[in-house]
């Protein structure tokens, strides 16, 4: 079997209620638009970017098969763990507790307007 058959995680979906509301978030934090379109009818898939990044995530919109409300398990990197914990809760963002350990990134979650939580660490230890 070759090896590195994957190069990259290209995007991951997270499921929302109001696609034109939770993209007017992600841009309030930073993402860009890569990609807004119907890909059939009722099926709008919104793609959002990180300057630098490598995956991006996919806006689309919830259903009996895709509820909000999940841990998204994805993990967002940033150079400032306080100042993006302050621009969460600017966003009017639930952000949970700054975790300042010892010898590991200071780090803390957040959920959307959805229920779904993502994670925030800085790229290296404070």
Known sequence: ??????????????????????????????????MDTELRPGFRWIEMDLPGGEASLALVRTGPDLPTGIDTGIRLAT???RAAHAAVEAADLEAGELLDWPN??????????????????????S
């Open 79 to 81: 150079d400032d763990a």
């Open 1 to 34: 079997m070759p090896t590195n058959i994957f190069k990259s995680v290209r995007n991951v979906a997270v499921p929302v209620t109001d696609q034109d509301r939770s993209k007017s978030l992600l841009e309030q934090l930073g993402f860009t638009v890569s």
């Open 104 to 125: 590991v990134p200071l780090m803390f979650s957040f959920v959307d307007l959805d229920g779904n939580r993502f994670y925030v660490s800085e790229t290296s230890v």
